[in-house]
Structure formats: C-alpha cells, structure tokens
C-alpha cells in the first residue's frame, strides 16, 4: 500500500472518493518503474520507485479518484463511497435491529434483544423528557436514531485500521476509510439535517415574523442594536450545526490519527498502546454519540421554545 | 478533508432513518413499555389489595374460630347439664322403681301370708274336728257342728 509513513498515514486518511473529472483534465498516476527483466526498482530504503504518467482526459468522466490530488480535484461533483457505504450500513443494521425487536415487542417478560433495545430507548427517552418540555412526536425517535447511529459509526473505530482498508486494497480500491464520523461530510451531513430542523420548528413555533424578531432583538431590545443582535444571532444559529460537526468529527479523526500513527510502530510492540487506546473508546464513543443526541435536543427545545 | 455530495447523501440518509424510526421503531417499542409498566403497576396494586384481603380474612378467621370455641364451649356446658339432670332423672327414677318394687314384693308377701293364715286356720279347723271326732268317738256331723266349727277357726 504504502512505503514510508507519511504516504501510510496520508492513504489511511483518504476517503475513496467516486467523483466527475472534467475534460481536458491530465491525470498524474504513480507506475513502478520496472528495470529490463521486469521486476520493481527499489530504492536503498526498499521501497519501489515510482515515475509519473500522465494521461489527459478528453471528456469529463465519473471514476474513481486514483489519488489524494484527483479527490481534491473533483470539487463538490464527487462522493465518498466508503463514509456514506458504511453510515448507510450501519443505519441499516440500526434500523434492521431495532425494528426487528420493535415488531416482536412485548409488554410481557422481555428477552435479551428486546431487554437491550428498551435499555436504550428508555434512555434516550428520559434524556429527552428531562431537556425538551414540549410535544412532539419526532424529537424522541430523532435522538434515538442519533445516538444509535452515531454510536455505530463511531464503533467502527474499534476495528484495527489496517483491516478493513487492507481488504478493500485486495479487491482493488485504491482507499478505504470505514469511519463516517471521521469525515467531516457525515457529521455535517447529520449536524445539517438537525439545523434544518431547528430553522423548520424555529418559523412553526414562532412565526416567520416571530422567529425574525427573536433574531432582530435579542440580546439587546432596540431597534438601533437590530444590526448587532441579528449578526449576533445568526452567526450563533449557524455556529450549532458547525459545533455539533466539528466536535464529533475532531474527536473522531484526532482519535483515528492516534491510531493510525500506533500502526506505524512494530508490530509486537502496538498492543502496549493500542489496547489502552481502544479501552479508552469505550468511553469516548459512546460519550460523543451521546453529546450529538444531548445537543441536538438542546438545540430544539430551543426552537420550540416562544419567549414571547 | 474534501467536502461533496457526501453531505447531501448523509442527509439524506438521515432523514430516511429518522423517518423509519419514527414510523416503525419507537411507537412499538414506547406502547410495549407503557403497557408493560401499567401491568407492573396493576400488579402490585393487586398485591397490595391481596395483601389486605388476606389480613381481614385473617382476622375473619380468628373471629369464626373465637366464635366456634365460644359456641363449643357452651354445647359442652350444656351438655355437662343435660348429662347431670339426665343422671339425677334416672337417679329419682330407679329410687321410684325401687320403692315401686320394694311394695309389691311386700304386697305380695303379705297376700301370701294371709293366704297361709286362711289354709293354716282351715286345716285347724279340720284338725280339731277330726280331734273332737277321735275324742267323741263319733262322727260330728259337720252340718250340726259348721257353726261351732267357724267360731273356733275365727277364733286361732
């Protein structure tokens, strides 16, 4: 895969990117330079040595991008089929269990999946009750999906990280990363959903015009401060999607990083770090599936409230 | 650190499973525990309604037993009285008998005493004159004599 450890630790952190390359545009692809027999050059080091080939393209194409430069290169036109494969799955699995369960519900003795499933809806649950004091019949299901989902894609980190990636490189991907939450585009893509949220029960509480007065005079009531509170205050509504992002999403990579810069060590000696770190996410994990779920109902009881 | 469509297909994503979950997955759930804890709640309700039924049938039951000691109490009393009067009926009613049979026998001695008197006289009276016959050397005629005889009998 990769020779010295900062091209290791560059591919571990590449999305597999499936994306629209415009025409015209020169692909740079890195070829073993081979000597007469046919057999990889290597340098003192040991690695191969690479020579650049260039190839333009003649009309805009949707492939894969072959490197960290074509992924970049392909803008907004492109998705990461690895982050959006895996949270799908693993909303699938989420959605495939709890259901499972919901439709075998019982209000007599519970069984072990059952005895789970109601572990973590009466949680969600409480949490719920206890931060958003209004009515409304999708909070709840809504937190319940954050924290599950979140939870299962953060739990994908405890998965060493060479494994996944080191499969999907023997059937041919180029990259692999298997943690959505490690990619800023699925924790905004969630943090965004729930801003949409909040723009939506923000204007159905209050009002088009009441949610416009909230932001043109709060803090200051004073038609002279409406410039200064509404800059205050959008600036502080778009900061709660941005916050809720960032912090699952840092947390997420920071906490891959470390990981990945513990599989550069010999093998033998990984498990002295690895081990701590990985007991360490049962914290973390769980914890940052949590703070989403807490925020996102903070955030909406927000919403919901009228301080008129 | 690209951002792209991704975004839009998490969204996406998201919104589905929110969907789904609200749709499928809490209200089944949500009802099975409500329910559940009313049952729970029904449950020990009824236990603690078991619970006080079962003190005043208790109780019920010390009374009926206090009673039924108290009722079996006074049949033995009772019965303790019949079983003296009936011994002193049949007390007064054997002395009765007694004194019943004591006079009979007496009545019938006597009657046999007077029975013996009235043979022992006849036989007396024969006798003395059968004895006046031997002494007389003659017959008497008893005809002649029935009434000398009768005064001697009445005489012994």
């Known amino acids: ?308 | 650190m690209n951002m792209n469509l991704t975004i839009l297909g998490q969204m996406i994503a998201f919104a589905i499973f929110v969907w789904f979950c609200m749709k499928f997955v809490w209200p089944p759930l949500v009802a099975a525990m409500r329910e559940r804890q009313e049952k729970i709640a029904e449950g020990l309700d009824a236990a603690n309604r078991a619970t006080r039924d079962l003190e005043l049938a208790q109780e019920k039951a010390m009374n009926q037993m206090r009673e039924g000691k108290e009722k079996a109490a006074e049949i033995i009393e009772q019965a303790n009285k019949r079983a003296n009067q009936i011994i002193d009926e049949a007390k007064s009613a054997a002395r009765a008998e007694g004194a019943r049979l004591v006079a009979a026998a007496q009545a019938e001695v006597e009657q046999e005493v007077n029975r013996a008197k009235e043979e022992l006289r006849k036989q007396v009276s024969e006798l003395a004159v059968a004895g006046a016959a031997k002494i007389l050397g003659k017959s008497v005629d008893a005809a002649a004599h029935g009434d000398l005889l009768n005064t001697l009998a009445d005489e012994l």
């Open chain 1, 1 to 308: 895969m990769a020779c010295n450890s900062q091209e290791y630790i560059a591919h571990h952190l590449t999305n597999l990117t499936y994306g629209k390359l415009p025409s015209g545009y020169v692909r740079k692809e890195l070829v073993p330079v081979k000597d007469e027999a046919g057999n990889a050059v290597a340098d003192e080091s040991g690695c191969p040595v690479t020579t650049v080939r260039e190839t333009e393209l003649t009309t805009s194409t949707w492939t894969i991008a072959a490197n960290g430069q074509e992924a970049k290169d392909m803008g907004f036109m492109a998705v990461h089929v690895d982050s959006l494969g895996w949270s799908v799955f693993m909303g699938l699995l989420f959605v495939w269990f709890f259901s499972r369960v919901a439709k075998k519900a019982t209000s007599g003795v519970p069984g072990t999946a059952q005895n789970l499933v109601e572990a973590v809806v009466g949680f969600v649950d409480n949490t719920v009750k206890e931060t958003f004091h209004g009515r409304s019949p999708l909070i709840a299901p809504l937190a319940l999906t954050i924290f599950v989902w979140v939870f299962l894609m953060n739990s994908l980190k405890w998965i060493p990280v060479d494994v996944v990636p080191g499969i999907a490189h023997a059937l041919g991907a180029p990259y692999f990363k298997i943690v959505p939450t490690a990619d800023p585009n699925g924790t905004l893509g969630l943090s965004i959903g729930v801003f949409l949220l909040i723009i939506f029960y923000s204007i159905k509480v209050k009002g088009a015009v009441g949610f416009a007065k909230e932001l043109s005079f709060t803090p200051f009531n004073h038609w002279l401060a409406v410039p200064f509170n509404l800059f205050l205050e959008i600036l502080g509504l778009l900061t709660k999607p941005l916050s809720l992002a960032l912090r699952l999403f840092g947390n997420m990579y920071a906490g891959e990083v470390v990981f990945i810069l513990i599989a550069l060590l010999p093998f033998y000696a990984q498990w002295v770090l690895n081990v701590p770190w990985a007991i360490f996410h049962i914290l973390v994990i769980p914890l940052q599936a949590f703070i989403f779920m807490v925020l996102t109902i903070v955030y909406l009881s927000q919403a919901h409230e009228d301080h008129h």
